[in-house]
């Protein structure tokens, strides 16, 4: 009998820097990733966002439980910079965790450095 095939949740349990970007996803560790990706400490994790729309505290709420281990969020917003909407900022203030948006590229390349540096840093990025 076979088993109907199981969607899980993308997850990588473990920290790395980001190979590569663009067509749509990201690679790194070794696999590739389609769509956008959370980097926590806890992991790597697949995220449910398309760049142009609204990001909402909402969206972050894997980032907010992590906060005690996060000291920046750099968020990578597309192609183009967009600002955090005012609760997003607020959520991230009220735990401090300094936000960064920025294009997507530019947090890719802040966001290796910084893991690099071993700074306590986590980024959202929106696939492009």
Known sequence: MRRPIEVRNAHFPGRAPIDAYG?????????SHRGSLLLLPSGIYGWERQEGEPLTAADFDRVIA?????EVILV???????????DVKTAFRSRSISSDPMSTGAAVRTYNIMLAEERNVAAALIAV
């Open 23 to 31: 067509n749509g996803g990201f690679r790194f560790a070794g696999m």
């Open 66 to 70: 992590e906060a005690g281990d996060i």
């Open 76 to 86: 990578g917003t597309g192609a183009n910079i967009r600002p955090l909407a005012g």
